[in-house]
């Protein structure tokens, strides 16, 4: 009885936690066009609107709360057990977008990509990493699919990022015991930052020099990795989508165009034409000029 209660109240907590304000009356960018251009393997990083997502947002200190990588459509996946696993754990139809991500109360799943048709997002694509290794980027975040959300290590960077003269590095965390935790579990960050260091792509390496100068990088622990850290790496471009884009629509009109109404033939060739109106009269001036001289003719006979 005891273990059905503490169930169900940690789950009405979970719910709480999901549960999501209204989204905005405008929408905050132009999805159609991030849609078509959104390639496997781009991290998405999305503002929540949840009251967990206030809590990373609050700990992390970024506007990013949570962080997915885009799969694809599972027809487009060419390595077939890829494939396979995806539509596995998959209830859309295989031409829809997806992106995988891990959700607290949901663990590791996948998601169409249009569930954050209404949030603010922002696109961070690894820059010159090769299909290769965006394939096996994909492989490795879908081999973890069904893993639980690792709350404790959520819990645990908020104990990290305390000010170092309140609590003691050992005391803050185990963020840096080797291999603490279940690997059954995992939070978004940490998985996309294990998936693109097992390919050697970095996305905020240790530096460290050697005594004789030479300079050697080194991977991050993955537990310390959160949302804004894909955001200010120099080895992920960003994109975005606005949904008005003031500087690219109509553009020619900022072009240095002369006097309105010029038209040229060549350089330093420039005239006024002539117009509809002004055509016309010279047309009727001209059939009253020619009826006039047929006139004068006649009667001079």
Same mark, same amino acid.
């Given at each position: ?20 304000? @209204? ?11 991030? =849609? ?16 967990? +997502? ?10 990013? &709360?949570?962080?997915?990588? %885009? *799969? =694809? ?16 754990? +998959? ?6 977008? /997806? ?14 990509? @249009? ?11 690894? =820059? ?13 975040? *879908?081999?973890? /699919?069904?893993?639980?959300?690792? /709350? ?21 965390? #185990? ?13 978004? &960050? ?27 990088? !080194? ?6 990795? #959160? ?5 200010? +790496?120099? %080895?992920? @471009?960003?994109?975005?989508?606005? !949904? ?22 060549? @350089? =330093? ?25 047929? &006139? &004068?003719?006649? +009667?001079?006979?």
């Amino acid at each position: 009885m005891l273990n059905r209660f503490s169930e169900w109240l940690r789950n009405r907590i979970i719910e709480r936690l999901n549960r999501e304000t @209204d989204p905005p009356g405008l929408p905050l960018s132009d999805f159609e066009r991030l =849609g078509d251009e959104i390639r496997p393997c781009d991290v998405l990083l999305v503002e929540g609107r949840s009251p967990v +997502s206030n809590i990373i947002r609050t700990v992390t200190q970024t506007p990013w &709360s949570h962080s997915a990588v %885009y *799969v =694809g459509r599972a027809q487009d996946i060419d390595v077939p057990a890829v494939r396979a696993r995806v539509e596995q754990f +998959s209830r859309c139809a295989p031409d829809r977008q /997806l992106v995988l991500e891990a959700i607290l109360g949901k663990g590791t799943i996948l998601t169409p990509l @249009d569930k954050y048709h209404n949030y603010r997002v922002r696109l961070c694509r690894p =820059g010159g990493i090769t299909l290769q290794d965006r394939q096996r980027v994909i492989a490795f975040v *879908v081999e973890h /699919l069904g893993t639980d959300y690792d /709350l404790r290590q959520l819990i645990d960077l908020a104990r990290f990022m305390f000010p170092y003269g309140i609590l003691p590095r050992r005391f803050r965390s #185990t963020l840096f015991v080797h291999n603490a935790g279940p690997e059954t579990r995992t939070v978004c &960050s940490t998985l996309l930052a294990e998936a693109f260091q097992s390919v050697s792509f970095p996305i905020l390496p240790v530096v460290l020099h050697s005594q004789t100068g030479r300079r050697k990088l !080194y991977n991050r622990n993955t537990r310390l990795f #959160t949302p804004r850290d894909f955001d200010i +790496s120099p %080895y992920f @471009d960003i994109l975005k989508f606005p !949904y008005q884009t003031f500087n690219e629509q109509a553009a020619y009109h900022q072009l240095p165009w002369g006097d309105h109404g010029l038209v040229c033939d060549d @350089d =330093g060739d420039c005239y006024v034409p002539a117009t509809d109106n002004e055509l016309e009269t010279d047309r009727q001036e001209h059939v009253e000029t020619s009826e006039t001289l047929v &006139s &004068s003719k006649v +009667s001079t006979r």
